[in-house]
């Protein structure tokens, strides 16, 4: 029988909302769209203990192509 256990290794992903504006103008040094994200995959990850969360990628007024990865 078989007893190993599946891990995933996941990567996150945050994208700016165009509903939070422009983070520049409110000195903010993330916004709420990138902090609420991030709470909603950590929540979803420490749900399941099958998946790993092993990078971060933080997209907070980038464009696709030059995403930032942060962890």
Same mark, same amino acid.
């Given at each position: ?12 992903? +945050?994208?700016?909302?165009? @509903?939070?504006? =422009? *983070?520049? !103008? ?9 902090s609420?994200?991030?709470s909603?995959? +950590?929540?979803?990850?420490? @749900?399941?203990? =099958? *998946?790993? !969360? ?15 990865e942060?962890?």
């Amino acid at each position: 029988m078989d007893n190993f256990k599946k891990i995933y290794h996941a990567g996150a992903y +945050e994208r700016l909302s165009k @509903e939070d504006g =422009d *983070i520049a !103008l409110s000195g903010k040094a993330e916004s709420n769209s990138i902090s609420n994200q991030r709470s909603l995959i +950590e929540n979803f990850i420490s @749900e399941n203990d =099958d *998946i790993v !969360l092993t990078r971060e990628y933080v997209d907070d007024g980038y464009s696709g192509a030059n995403f930032v990865e942060v962890r």
